[in-house]
């Protein structure tokens, strides 16, 4: 069965960091370009980083540059996300998604499967 499992969310303090988890089952990340992706209640859907192994690009939003970084590790069939200097404005639900794409892109129409996703909380 295909699924993608996020993890690692939380509520921490603005200029706090979380790392997040994206665990795959029933298909093999490496073969795919994977995302990620934030929403907040009513609005629409928001690229924040993806991952492509096959020519080893990324990618990241202008809102997370610098702050934020995706990586793999594909004996364990998990990508990640490390999130540093987190601000306000990164609350949301963060979803991991993976397409058999060519290259990385921050548009979700492009991603077939997609995870439950985990909350982020920054306030003080």
């Known amino acids: 069965q295909v699924q993608l499992v996020e993890s690692g969310g939380g509520s921490v303090q603005p200029g706090g960091s979380l790392r997040l988890s994206c665990a795959a089952s029933?298909?093999?990340?490496?073969?795919?370009?994977i995302g990620w992706f934030r929403q907040a209640p009513g609005k629409e859907r928001e690229g924040v980083s993806c991952i492509s192994s096959s020519d080893g690009s990324t990618d990241y939003a202008d809102s997370v540059k610098g702050r934020f970084t995706i990586s793999n590790d594909n004996a364990k069939n998990t990508v990640y996300l490390q999130m540093n200097s987190l601000k306000p404005e990164d609350t949301d639900v963060y979803y991991c998604?993976?397409?058999?794409?060519?290259?990385?892109?921050?548009?979700?129409?492009?991603?077939?499967?997609w995870g439950q996703g985990t909350q982020v909380t920054v306030s003080s």
């Open positions: 029933g298909f093999t990340l490496e073969y795919y370009v």
């Open positions: 998604a993976a397409g058999l794409i060519e290259g990385c892109t921050l548009d979700p129409i492009f991603y077939e499967y």
